[in-house]
């Protein structure tokens, strides 16, 4: 007990200094966002929200972000996506732009009829998205954002496609997807 109580004091200790230089903000936005499902043969597109929390120090930026977004079903069975993430995003703030490196892992959940009726039903895979994202501030609380990444999603399970019952094996399929949105700082 009294370990944990000098380490709390400690670290409470080292981060005031930090804390009393940055500029910490919170930050949530909304998206439209596109995903190619390599796998499927599916280029989605959908909406979603995200909320981050900006821990910065002079113009270096750590920020911790949770994104989900929708791929709605559309008539003949196809998409039905969704998407949780969870992760971080790093980079550099520079007067009105900001560039950042992104790692978020999760999950994809498919769930389209036409999906669930050729592989027995939906399926929710661990995916990871890594790449970049850009910020242009147009103000001091309103922010458009650029992402693009590589979302590799996994499937533990031989998936059977659209074309012709085509069967793609399990295993780590590459995806691009690219979104952009508005923010909102406070």
Do not use: C, W
């Amino acid at each position: 007990m009294q370990i944990r109580f000098a380490v709390l004091v400690l670290l409470s200790g080292l981060a005031l200094p930090l804390h009393a230089q940055t500029q910490d903000r919170m930050e949530v936005g909304v998206q439209f966002t596109a995903l190619q499902l390599a796998p499927l043969g599916e280029k989605a597109a959908g909406v979603g929200g995200r909320a981050s929390y900006d821990f910065a120090f002079k113009s270096l930026t750590l920020a911790p972000e949770l994104e989900f977004n929708y791929f709605p079903q559309n008539p003949s069975g196809n998409f039905g996506e969704s998407q949780l993430l969870l992760g971080m995003k790093a980079g550099v703030k520079m007067d009105s732009v900001g560039a950042f490196l992104k790692v978020r892992p999760g999950y994809v959940h498919i769930g389209g009829d036409d999906f669930k009726a050729r592989n027995g039903g939906a399926s929710t895979n661990f995916a990871l998205d890594v790449g970049g994202v850009f910020e242009y501030y147009t103000s001091k609380n309103i922010i458009i954002r650029l992402d693009f990444g590589d979302t590799m999603v996994h499937f533990p399970d031989p998936v059977v496609t659209a074309s012709i019952n085509l069967i793609k094996p399990a295993g780590l399929y590459h995806n691009f997807q690219g979104g952009i949105g508005i923010g909102f700082r406070f």
